[in-house]
């Protein structure tokens, strides 16, 4: 099945600073790579998503870039500020039948943004 | 639409008891899924389902039992509470056409079970 490794776990970055979240896949055809953003207490929710046929999408701050041949993709968030503090997984998820549609997450990289 | 609830939001359990955690989604969504997320564990799927009547294990089914006998409910059965089964439970639902314009996982509020 697909593997999904996350980096780094803990992220500390100054207000104003860029951040910087890797993960890697192992199922190469895996073509729908999603990020979502869990604040404290809260419940996951999607901020940005990518399919294969895509190598990068911006929204806003945020932005993401595919490496299909490396099979790695990052999530680029510019112009940190407090409130993008929270734990950010991604995740891939397959195009095969069955178990593949459910995606698989990394363990999650904790962001804190010092004011 | 009220999305993907949950209840309970909160439960405390002893060893050896056993309840069922509800999940419900007004979205008509195919794909309906549990995970449990521990601390530096990332979100790991329990069982999924791909539509009424099919259901499959995950990564870490042993102990939880689901069925699907509607496309809007999937409940999660603990058959035996254990102290290892302390998490945070999330019920997730999504699409599954692959024409469909997002594969997005709609999360519930999640369940918080502590198990003594």
């Known amino acids: 099945g697909e593997n999904v490794e996350q980096h780094p776990s803990t992220l500390s970055v100054q207000e104003g600073d860029s951040a910087v979240i890797k993960c890697t896949y192992s199922d190469s055809a895996s073509n729908y790579f999603p990020w979502y953003k869990q604040e404290l207490g809260k419940r996951p929710q999607l901020i940005i998503d990518?399919?294969?046929?895509?190598g990068e999408k911006k929204d806003q701050r945020i932005a993401v870039t595919l490496n299909k041949t490396a099979k790695h993709f990052s999530l680029h968030i510019t112009e940190t500020q407090p409130e993008d503090s929270a734990v950010y997984f991604c995740a891939a998820r397959g195009s095969a039948s069955g178990g593949s549609y459910i995606p698989t997450f990394g363990r999650g990289t904790s962001l804190i943004v010092h004011p | 639409n009220a999305g993907v609830t949950q209840t309970p939001k909160f439960q405390v359990l002893k060893t050896g008891q056993s309840m069922t955690l509800q999940c419900a989604q007004d979205?008509?969504?195919?794909?309906m899924s549990w995970y449990r997320q521990d601390p530096g564990m990332g979100l790991r799927l329990i069982h999924y389902s791909v539509g009424a009547g099919i259901t499959d294990q995950g990564e870490v089914p042993n102990g939880y039992n689901v069925s699907r006998s509607t496309t809007e409910d999937f409940p999660l059965r603990l058959l035996s509470a254990a102290p290892s089964q302390t998490s945070v439970y999330f019920c997730?639902?999504?699409?599954?056409?692959?024409?469909?314009?997002?594969?997005?996982?709609?999360f519930g509020p999640g369940t918080r079970l502590t198990v003594t």
């Open positions: 979205m008509n969504h195919e794909y």
């Open positions: 990518i399919r294969s046929n895509v």
């Open positions: 997730a639902s999504s699409y599954s056409s692959r024409t469909a314009l997002s594969y997005e996982q709609y």
